[in-house]
């Protein structure tokens, strides 16, 4: 099956916890994306990847960090520092030179 | 950066009446997409348009790109209850090659 998977589905973290979202795709597309969409509302960058061992930060990276070490996955790591984690986070992924996103069905974190 | 207003942030309609969702930027666009999502779910990607007044129709939705180049449409004729959601239009993002601005969305109810 072909896709872009995230995990887990719900994720619980303790205040001060740093918790790391998966992101893993085998559509071979170059480029990879973490949003993060609050409720009611659109959805916002927080990095993107155009590239293996690349990465750039998006509009809302203060408190979150990334890695592409492999051109499958894009892990996030939402940090302590990120003061209101709670929100549904969207992986997505594209080809090089196209605009076209494929989302995965994200991950909902909700920090206790 | 580039900003892209949506509007109306929320619609309700009878089932059987139209809907349409407007996206507008302050500055000219090289092409805008729509992504559909369901609740609960995660963004779909709908259709892209590139010219200046293209129009394009997928069965009951008919999506539209300004003269201009700046604004959008999406129209939905004669709505159905597997309609409901929130359509995103999202614009490349400047500068930033394969970057995405998405709107704020509109959210879609339809009463039976």
């Known amino acids: 099956d072909g896709g872009i998977t995230q995990s887990p589905k719900y994720l619980f973290r303790k205040e001060g916890q740093n918790v790391t979202l998966s992101c893993e795709q085998n559509l071979n597309h170059d480029a990879m994306y973490w949003y993060r969409q609050d409720p009611g509302q659109g959805l916002r960058l927080i990095y993107y990847s155009q590239i293996v061992n690349d990465f750039q930060k998006g509009d809302i990276a203060e408190g979150y960090s990334v890695s592409r070490e492999k051109k499958e996955s894009f892990p996030l790591t939402v940090t302590s520092a990120q003061k209101n984690p709670t929100a549904f986070y969207l992986c997505?992924?594209?080809?090089?030179?196209?605009?076209?996103?494929?989302f995965g069905p994200g991950t909902r974190l909700l920090v206790l | 950066g580039q900003q892209v207003m949506q509007i109306p942030q929320y619609q309700h309609v009878q089932e059987g009446e139209d809907f349409t969702t407007y996206c507008n930027s302050s500055?000219?666009?090289?092409?805008i997409q729509w992504y559909k999502q369901r609740p609960g779910g995660h963004p779909v990607f709908l259709i892209q348009l590139v010219k200046s007044g293209e129009v394009k129709k997928q069965k009951r939705l008919t999506f539209q790109f300004g003269e201009a180049k700046k604004n959008s449409s999406l129209h939905i004729t004669a709505t159905q209850t597997t309609d409901v959601g929130t359509y995103f239009c999202?614009?490349?993002?400047?500068?930033?090659?394969?970057?995405?601005?998405f709107g704020q969305g509109t959210i879609l109810t339809v009463h039976p």
């Open positions: 500055t000219t666009l090289s092409n």
């Open positions: 999202a614009a490349e993002g400047g500068t930033s090659y394969g970057k995405l601005t």
């Open positions: 997505a992924s594209g080809l090089a030179g196209e605009e076209t996103q494929y």
